[in-house]
Structures are given as structure tokens and as C-alpha cells.
């Protein structure tokens, strides 16, 4: 069994920040990611890409505690 000082879950804003400040603490990380990879492109930096043509928006439906549906990024 693997044995790990910090768990990340998600690498978006807050994991990937969080990562990068303690890459070199020294500590064990597992880093825990369920979406897919985002590729290096120049519309990463674009924001009428990200946000208006909702270049990258999931087309997931997650789940409230009381069951209602919520979509995520909107």
C-alpha cells in the first residue's frame, strides 16, 4: 500500500495552484484527476474562447445534496 503525506483532488484552479506551491516540499503527493487532459493551445488564453464559446464546459450533470441537478461552470 502506498503511503502519501498529501492527497489533491482535481488539478483546476485550486488543486493545480496548490500543486505547484508544494512541488518541492518535499512531501508525497498523489494527485487525483477524473477529467480528461487539456491540451496546450493558444485558445487556452483567449477568454471570449474559454467563456463565451465555452471552449472547455463540461457537459456533465452533477448532483446536490438534495438530488437537483447542477451544472457545473454556468
Do not use: C
Not at 11 to 31: E, N
Amino acid at each position: 500500500m502506498q503511503i502519501y503525506d498529501i492527497i489533491i483532488i482535481g488539478t483546476g484552479a485550486g488543486g493545480g495552484t496548490l500543486l505547484h506551491k508544494l512541488k518541492d516540499s518535499g512531501k508525497k503527493i498523489l494527485v487525483l484527476e477524473r477529467g480528461g487532459f487539456l491540451p496546450r493551445e493558444k485558445e487556452n488564453w483567449q477568454s471570449i474562447e474559454v467563456f463565451q464559446q465555452e471552449r472547455y464546459h463540461t457537459k456533465e450533470v452533477w448532483k446536490t445534496t438534495g438530488n437537483k441537478d447542477l451544472h457545473p461552470g454556468t
